[in-house]
């Protein structure tokens, strides 16, 4: 079966099937992606992939080769 390469922000990298969700991937990754409304509105779950902002929780993985996850909030606000 078709593998995703996912590197994250915390310099781990795992595999996952194309179509899981974020938060799912990033939980085996043991990265913490904050959540609000879990619904797609707040934005609270935004992060960057392959320099594309997407919302974790309603967005899925998409069908790639591999990815490149990066935080999208400024963490000094
Ligand atoms: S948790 Fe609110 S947009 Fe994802």
Request: net charge negative.
């Amino acid at each position: 079966m078709k593998k995703v390469r996912i590197n994250w922000p915390n310099k781990k990298s795992t595999n996952c099937s194309p179509g899981e969700e974020w938060l799912k991937a990033a939980y085996d990754a043991n990265v913490e992606i904050p959540t609000g409304c879990l619904v797609g509105s707040c934005g609270a779950c935004e992060i960057e992939v392959n320099g594309e902002v997407i919302r974790a929780c309603i967005d899925k993985v998409p069908d790639k080769k591999e990815l490149k996850v990066e935080f999208f909030s400024d963490p000094y606000w």
